[in-house]
């Protein structure tokens, strides 16, 4: 093969070959606090991607979805429950508190956004200052024990008083925030994967 037609094929094959990012969803909503309950996966009637690619995106990144926008106040967490048994990670580790705001912005193509930053300046935009995008190591912080069926075990001044022992979790938060779900969001990917449309 002659190397422009070499050089044509490698352009070719690269430009359809497109990058995907990672997105969350809104999963129920309590309103006894305000809070949503985020996550990898989608309710089940939700016709669209079921669940959430961490490693290597699950969506197009020239796809048009809202970004969510997270303002993190150390607010204390509110009692909501925390029951049974978790996976290769203890049950907190997955519904962990996500000291703060949600919010979800208009949609628009990840790909807009070459940097971290730029995104950042987004949802500051439509929010105001201080909301910007966050992973689910920043947005998942849970204590060991914490919850229970009545929800109260680190809950208010109980949680604050031991954020020493708090830890990141992942694959989903909760959040004060009653976000639409009827849509996949754009999210920062986990810090050590490549499943983040933007440079993070
Ligand atoms: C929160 O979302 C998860 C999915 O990540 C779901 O399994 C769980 O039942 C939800 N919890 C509540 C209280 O809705
Ligand atoms: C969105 O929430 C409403 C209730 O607020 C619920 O009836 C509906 O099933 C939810 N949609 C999805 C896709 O989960």
Redesign the pocket.
């Given at each position: 093969m002659n190397k422009f037609l070499l050089l044509l094929l490698i352009c070719t094959v690269g430009s359809t070959i497109s990058k995907k990012g990672m997105t969350f969803m809104k999963?129920?909503h309590d309103a006894r606090f305000g809070i949503d309950?985020l996550?990898c996966?989608a309710p089940s009637d939700f016709k669209g991607v079921p669940v959430c690619d961490a490693y290597n995106g699950d969506t197009d990144c020239e796809n048009l979805l809202p970004v969510l926008c997270v303002k993190v106040d150390d607010s204390p967490r509110p009692a909501y429950p925390v029951t049974g048994e978790g996976a290769a990670m203890p049950v907190w580790n997955y519904f962990g508190w996500g000291r703060g705001h949600v919010a979800s912005t208009k949609p628009v193509k990840a790909s807009q956004f070459q940097t971290r930053e730029a995104v950042d300046a987004f949802c500051a935009d439509a929010f105001g200052s201080g909301w910007k995008v966050q992973s689910w190591q920043d947005m998942s912080k849970w204590i060991s024990g914490m919850g229970g069926v009545d929800g109260m075990k680190y809950s208010g001044s109980e949680w604050s008083a031991n954020a020493d022992k708090m830890q990141s979790g992942g694959w989903?938060f909760y959040a004060y925030g009653n976000l639409r779900n009827d849509t996949r969001l754009w999210m920062d990917g986990p810090h050590d994967q490549v499943s983040t449309c933007w440079a993070h």
């Amino acid at each position: 093969m002659n190397k422009f037609l070499l050089l044509l094929l490698i352009c070719t094959v690269g430009s359809t070959i497109s990058k995907k990012g990672m997105t969350f969803m809104k999963y129920t909503h309590d309103a006894r606090f305000g809070i949503d309950n985020l996550s990898c996966y989608a309710p089940s009637d939700f016709k669209g991607v079921p669940v959430c690619d961490a490693y290597n995106g699950d969506t197009d990144c020239e796809n048009l979805l809202p970004v969510l926008c997270v303002k993190v106040d150390d607010s204390p967490r509110p009692a909501y429950p925390v029951t049974g048994e978790g996976a290769a990670m203890p049950v907190w580790n997955y519904f962990g508190w996500g000291r703060g705001h949600v919010a979800s912005t208009k949609p628009v193509k990840a790909s807009q956004f070459q940097t971290r930053e730029a995104v950042d300046a987004f949802c500051a935009d439509a929010f105001g200052s201080g909301w910007k995008v966050q992973s689910w190591q920043d947005m998942s912080k849970w204590i060991s024990g914490m919850g229970g069926v009545d929800g109260m075990k680190y809950s208010g001044s109980e949680w604050s008083a031991n954020a020493d022992k708090m830890q990141s979790g992942g694959w989903g938060f909760y959040a004060y925030g009653n976000l639409r779900n009827d849509t996949r969001l754009w999210m920062d990917g986990p810090h050590d994967q490549v499943s983040t449309c933007w440079a993070h």
